[in-house]
């Protein structure tokens, strides 16, 4: 069993900065590739970014290459998104999520187990 627990999220400017982190309980977290979706209101969950176990690979969605960076501190257990130059359009609540059985992150969040309650990110323009 995986704990997930999301932080950092709030309110910040057009072309301003945050920072989510998501904190993990249990040995295996290691195991686990890793994943930051995002969802607004009448919308399907969407991937943003997802990082393979070891961190060595990660992926982005085309929205946000450039601007979000996703990594991980297997050590503390936490998985972390860096969001820059934000957007309004970025604007939704925040989740993190973890795939026991891939080593890979998928797109899909039927694929995932394990989730975090969510943190709302609002950008104003």
Partial sequence: QVQLVESGGGLVQAGGSLRLSC???GRTFSSYPMGWFRQTPGKERELVAGISSSG???YY???VKGRFTISRDNAKNTVYLQMNSLKPEDTAVYYCAADPNRHTPSMYPANYDYWGQG????VSS
Avoid at 119 to 122: A, P, S
């Fill in 119 to 122: 943190t709302q990110v609002t």
């Fill in 56 to 58: 060595a690979t990660a």
């Fill in 23 to 25: 904190a993990a309980s």
């Fill in 61 to 63: 969605e085309d929205s």
